[in-house]
């Protein structure tokens, strides 16, 4: 009994070790990405994951030798990931690294909350530069009322949500993805 009560402590271990090297190798500015560490492993790219290539990613991307977890123990966590099938798809890998443990959840949103406070620092700056490059006139200096008559499409005086949403794409070429419709 206090073998098999140490096995299982140690596949729990094993499968913690494998779930922490998979989030540090999945971590990208904008968060965690599982999508990595599935295409990475998924030699063939046939959105399906083999027992093999389950091992060969452990050891080659995780850099887990076999003296740390044995071939047997990695046969085995991904028995217990497949839910005992052949194959694993990417739902059940993401769902086996999904963060559980809530220092780790913290940790990741606020790095992923400092990323995004410094991307939309830099891009606010950004755009304050292509709006006053825009403005300037050769002769005159800055005029950004020349600036904002361009952008005040109707002649209103105000700048509608639809107004600034056309003037950041189409003059200053901003896109989407760097100043979402919704900053």
């Not at 046939?46 to 991307?61: A, L, N, T």
């Not at 780790?104 to 406070?117: G, I, L, N, P, S």
Request: hydrophobic share 35%; proline share 2%.
């Amino acid at each position: 009994e206090d073998e098999s009560r140490a096995n299982k402590q140690k596949l729990k271990e094993s499968v913690e070790k494998i779930r922490k090297r998979a989030r540090a190798y999945c971590f990208t500015s904008k968060g965690q990405n599982f999508d990595i560490v599935f295409n990475k492993f998924d030699k063939n790219h046939d959105s399906v994951m083999s027992k093999d290539e389950f091992r060969v990613g452990v050891r080659k991307i995780f850099r887990i030798p076999p003296l740390e977890l044995s071939d047997k123990e990695v046969n085995e966590i991904f028995a217990m990931i497949s839910e005992q099938t052949d194959e694993l798809r990417m739902e059940t890998f993401s769902a086996f690294l999904g963060v559980e443990d809530d220092a780790t959840d913290v940790y990741a949103a606020a790095w992923q909350h400092v990323d995004k406070k410094k991307e939309r620092n830099r891009v606010m700056r950004a755009f304050a530069m292509k709006v006053k490059k825009r403005s300037l006139c050769s002769h005159k200096g800055t005029d950004l009322e020349q600036v904002f008559n361009l952008f005040d499409r109707d002649g209103s005086g105000t700048l509608t949500l639809g107004e600034l949403n056309e003037a950041v794409r189409r003059y200053l070429h901003i896109p989407e993805d760097v100043i979402s419709r919704k900053e």
